[in-house]
Each structure stands twice: as C-alpha cells, then as structure tokens.
C-alpha cells in the first residue's frame, strides 16, 4: 500500500511524527504503517537520509503524545463510542477485537498493542473508555514507547549498519515486518469461531463465484 522509502524521504521528520502520532492515539491512524515506517526510517538512518537520534526524538514523543490523546478521547467519550456508526475511520469490529485482547492482557496491551496494527489505535481509546488509573497508564505507555519508537528505529539503522547489502533485501525484510505484526489479528480470526465461520462463508462465496 505504501512506498515507505518515498514517504519518507518526502515526510521527512515532521511527516513521521504526524503519522506516528495518529496512528498511536486517533481512530483515522489504525490504516498507517507504524512498525514498517519505524524500521524503514532507521535503515535509511544508516544510509544517511535521516539523523537516526532526530528521528528517536521526534518517534519516541509523538508515540507517547498519541496514545495520551486517545487515552483522552477514550475517557472523554466513554462507552458510547461503542455504540458509534461504522463509517471510513471507524469499524466496531476492530474495537470489539482491541476490547478483547484488552481483556485477556490488562494493562499491558499498552506494551503489547505497540505491535499490533488496529489494536494499537485502539488500545489506549479503551484505557480511557475504562478509566485506566492515569498513573498506570502512563507508566506502560513510556514503556511501550521505548520499546517500539526507540528499539523499532534501532534495529532498522543496526541491519543498514552491519549486515553487507542489506539494501538488497529491504523489501523483503519490510514484508517479514509487515506480516509479523498482522499475525495475531490472524491467529485471533482463526481462534474466533464466528469470524472463523464468516471467513469460511466468504472463501467459499468467492470459490463458487468462479
């Protein structure tokens, strides 16, 4: 969907921290590229396109900013936002599905959900929706902060740094990225047996279509 390196390189520092920051606290951000842009920034860092200390220092902030807006906009709305139309930016099933990895981890789906597309917008939303104590959840979200907006970046500009060609295989290794981080939502639809049974359905809509 997107040509990172391009976006990058056209964004620039600003254009990360916007998009960092949507994607970790507003409900049109759950769509951005947050893990792959992260590493694909660092890399780029190591190429010398970008600074990769200014880039953690404009990451790691609009990481903790956003999820402390949705946090915000969570407590501020409260339970009616699960009552809210699907629209473009908004569908409840990704808020049922963040709800439930919520319930399952507790307080540390801030942590977790920083790998996690979808959730990772909607994690900190429920935090507020429930009335997360405050305290706590800045806690885990400056963790989940360091973890993903400080180490993320790292491991692109390390890869750039160390390993010979790597250029070569930045395609391929963004896709690992990309497909690593969607892999619980998978293993979420094939443990649920309703949406196990609406895949099925649709696969197989499909299959006699042809």
């Not at 600003?14 to 890399?43: M, R």
């Not at 981890?105 to 790998?115: E, L, Q, Y």
């Not at 979808?118 to 305290?135: D, E, Q, S």
């Not at 491991?155 to 250029?167: R, W």
């Amino acid at each position: 969907m997107f040509d990172l390196i391009s976006l990058i390189r056209a964004a620039g520092y600003i254009g990360i921290f916007a998009i960092i920051f949507a994607e970790s606290g507003l409900l049109i951000g759950f769509f951005l590229p947050g893990d792959s842009l992260l590493f694909t920034a660092g890399f780029l860092a190591s190429q010398g396109y970008l600074n990769i200390w200014l880039l953690i220092a404009v990451a790691f902030p609009a990481a903790i900013i956003g999820d402390q807006v949705g946090y915000a906009f969570g407590k501020k709305v409260g339970p009616r936002i699960f009552y809210r139309d699907d629209s473009l930016f908004f569908h409840k099933n990704y808020l049922t599905t963040a709800r439930l990895f919520f319930e399952r981890h507790g307080p540390k789906t801030i942590v977790i959900a920083r790998f996690i597309p979808i959730i990772r917008t909607f994690a900190p939303i429920l935090a507020g929706v429930g009335h997360m104590r405050y305290t706590t959840f800045l806690t885990y979200n400056i963790i989940g902060a360091v973890i993903w907006a400080i180490a993320v970046p790292l491991i692109g500009f390390y890869i750039g740094n160390f390993i010979p060609n790597a250029g070569r295989y930045l395609f391929e290794i963004i896709t690992l990225i990309v497909v690593i981080s969607i892999l619980p939502n998978i293993i979420h639809v094939l443990n649920n047996k309703t949406t196990r049974k609406q895949l099925a359905n649709f696969l197989r809509s499909k299959f006699l279509e042809r």
